[in-house]
């Protein structure tokens, strides 16, 4: 009995030693993205340093004070968990790209985004894969599958554009921000679904019809997760525009915005689909037209909610990151040759920039070609900073790279231990050295880009506009994909195209045809908008839709 009582009670002992050193680590981690805010608060006028690279340098301080202390037997806090960066960090950060996006440049230049993010993407995996299946072998790494090539290819094919991002002005640089904002979500999306696609494609038996098939998969994936995210974003709209939430409780209102846009992530992924098209589509419904039904207070808690929730997000990620990169349970299985990791990561980045260069510019030039105005062109110096956006990789590097050759946190052996090891030196190079270069690159290539635009008070624009049904607050905060209009100024904008359209509907319309070989996106988009205005908005609110609530300023 004795000896029972003794076994339970240290049992109990450790689990509150390993509960303790759990609460010790978060609060650890909770101080370390407050020094993140606010270093990066204190750094932001100078824009040499974006707050990605603020926590990227924090987290490996942090790595090199926890490697002293433990007498170089772990660097980091967390043990990085797939899990967790796909179910709880990503969806913030991709919905709140959908729901901060300025609707109406993403679908003017819907047709070059996809050819970008999409179709480039397939280009970029084909040249990476190919280049690493050559090479690596030469270097006596044997012991990689066809399967761990093809996810080399689409680990290193997605992109991270927010230090370019934090530098364009979109005022001043509308096609070329649209560019590279929406070929991040877009290149995002593809290189998940592609490895994804790797993941549970037999690769034993390759031949035409196993091609095709796995074509037909990657078009099917695409397409269902983008339907979902706009089902469930109808679907919130037309709940809430129906019961008038908001006249008991506005809580409820932001709860149900918030639980759907995260519902649609986990259908998605309950479905096998692409979580993050679902996610960003849901994002892009829910500002046109479940945003709108809400009541005021709703809309400003909405806004910001989403903000804060993909900055801490974002933060923790790579804070995360820049701690992870000292494991040394990593590098100590590749310490007999570590100049291995470093002529990987080299071949790796020279790939990158190949890959990127065989499609920006080819693809460049077909779109140029359907396009009538100069204005609409993309020019030389706007594709090498297109180029250059997509060269910096990030978290989803990360975590797929992870996925593919870790088992529970620890690699399995030597090549996946350099996988793991390259893939860390590549994000940390590509986001620093090339993060750092980003601001001076565009400055130069756009020497009339004006400076940007400083970083408004939040609460100064909530005291501003919250006595108009029509403003709302934009919190301007640096996304992994982000965009500085809120979903107001997209109406607006289509307001006066819908006024120009009525003005000159009569010329239009025995050229119709004609208007749709020519100019199929601007074509596409005012004939959108009327059916928009004539169907969707009666049936699902939007736009001009009052909730009728006796507390709110605008009953």
Not at 8 to 35: E, P, R, W, Y
Not at 96 to 120: C, E, S
Not at 495 to 522: A, F, K, V
Request: aromatic share 12%; with cysteine; hydrophobic share 45%.
């Amino acid at each position: 009995m004795g000896v029972e009582l003794s076994y339970v009670l240290s049992k109990m002992q450790m689990l509150f030693t390993s509960d303790h050193g759990s609460v010790v680590s978060m609060n650890i981690f909770v101080a370390l993205l407050c020094a993140c805010i606010v270093l990066g608060h204190l750094l932001e006028e100078y824009r040499w340093v974006n707050e990605s690279i603020t926590a990227l340098f924090i987290g490996l301080s942090t790595g090199v004070v926890i490697l002293m202390f433990s007498g170089g037997k772990s660097s980091h806090l967390l043990v990085f968990s797939e899990d967790l960066f796909f179910i709880y960090l990503l969806p913030p950060i991709i919905f709140n790209a959908g729901f901060q996006v300025k609707k109406k440049q993403f679908f003017v230049n819907f047709i070059t985004i996809v050819l970008f993010g999409a179709v480039g993407t397939i280009i970029c995996w084909t040249i990476i894969t190919f280049g690493a299946t050559q090479i690596f072998k030469r270097m006596g790494i044997h012991s990689l599958e066809l399967a761990d090539y093809l996810a080399i290819g689409a680990i290193f094919a997605a992109t991270d554009s927010v230090c370019t991002l934090q530098v364009l002005n979109q005022d001043e640089t509308p096609l070329l921000y649209s560019l590279v904002f929406g070929e991040g979500v877009v290149n995002d999306a593809t290189s998940v679904v592609l490895f994804n696609a790797i993941k549970s494609f037999d690769l034993s038996h390759i031949d035409g019809r196993a091609a095709l098939h796995f074509l037909g998969s990657f078009l099917y994936l695409f397409t269902a997760s983008t339907m979902l995210g706009v089902l469930v974003g109808i679907l919130s709209a037309y709940v809430i525009k129906k019961l008038y939430i908001g006249r008991h409780s506005t809580d409820r209102e932001v709860a149900l915005m918030m639980l759907m846009a995260y519902l649609s992530y986990m259908l998605a992924e309950l479905c096998y689909l692409s979580g993050i098209l679902t996610v960003f589509f849901c994002g892009i419904v829910m500002s046109h037209y479940t945003w709108h039904n809400v009541t005021e207070c709703s809309r400003i808690t909405t806004k910001h909610a989403f903000a804060t929730l993909s900055f801490v997000a974002e933060t923790f990620i790579f804070l995360y990151v820049g701690m992870d990169a000292l494991d040394i349970e990593k590098w100590r299985f590749v310490s007999d040759s570590p100049g291995t990791p470093i002529a990987v990561s080299s071949v790796l980045l020279g790939l990158i920039l190949t890959g990127r260069a065989a499609f920006i510019f080819p693809l460049s030039f077909l779109s140029n070609l359907t396009k009538n105005s100069p204005q609409d062109k993309i020019s030389f110096r706007q594709q090498v900073i297109i180029w250059w956006a997509g060269l910096m990789r990030g978290a989803v590097s990360i975590a797929l790279s992870y996925n593919q050759f870790t088992m529970s946190g620890h690699t399995e052996q030597r090549s996946s231990a350099i996988m793991i090891t390259s893939t860390i030196t590549v994000v940390l190079v590509s986001t620093v050295v090339f993060g750092m270069m980003t601001k001076p690159l565009i400055r130069f290539l756009l020497p009339h880009h004006g400076p940007l635009p400083k970083r408004k008070n939040s609460m100064g624009n909530i005291n501003d506009d919250a006595s108009s049904p029509t403003k709302s607050s934009s919190m301007n905060v640096p996304f992994l994909l982000e965009s500085s209009h809120d979903s107001e100024a997209d109406d607006l904008d289509d307001d006066h195209d819908d006024d120009i359209d009525g003005l000159h509907d009569i010329q239009r319309r025995s050229g119709s045809i004609r208007d749709l070989l020519s100019t199929p996106t601007h074509t596409v988009h005012r004939l959108w908008r009327k059916f928009d205005n004539a169907f969707m908005r009666p049936v699902f609110g939007g736009r001009g839709f009052v909730p009728v609530v006796p507390t709110s300023p605008t009953a």
